[in-house]
Nanobody, 126 residues
């Protein structure tokens, strides 16, 4: 059974940086496309970033382009989200997701992913 466990979320001041981690277990990590989504309580979940399996193409939400970077280390079964120049609007719970065989046009859709972590909270405020 695939499991995902996120870490790295915390409080940070505007303009600061964080690196979120998501450890994958229960399958062959390199065979899975991975993504990060965020959600503010009472609002819909939003796409942040994704990376196709086998180190393929990446996608970013317009709101994070140029500030966030997704990466993966298949040897460590881990996907990362480097978050720079953080803004108060980035405050949310960030969750990672995984699925096999996600086509490029579906990378931004939560429905494309079969497995989800519990999330790690990020708070950006002064």
């Amino acid at each position: 059974q695939v499991q995902l466990v996120e870490s790295g979320g915390r409080w940070v001041q505007p303009g600061g940086s964080l690196r979120l981690s998501c450890v994958f277990s229960g399958g062959t990590f390199s065979s899975y496309s991975v993504a990060w989504f965020c959600q503010v309580p009472g609002q819909e979940r939003e796409f942040v970033s994704a990376m196709k399996r086998y180190g393929g193409s990446t996608a970013y939400a317009d709101s994070v382009k140029g500030r966030f970077t997704i990466s993966r280390d298949n040897a460590k079964n881990t996907v990362y989200l480097q978050m720079n120049s953080l803004k108060p609007d980035d405050t949310a719970v960030y969750s990672c997701a995984a699925a096999m065989g996600v086509i490029t046009s579906s990378l931004r859709s939560g429905r494309a992913y079969d497995y989800w972590g519990q999330g790690t909270p990020v708070t950006v405020s002064s």
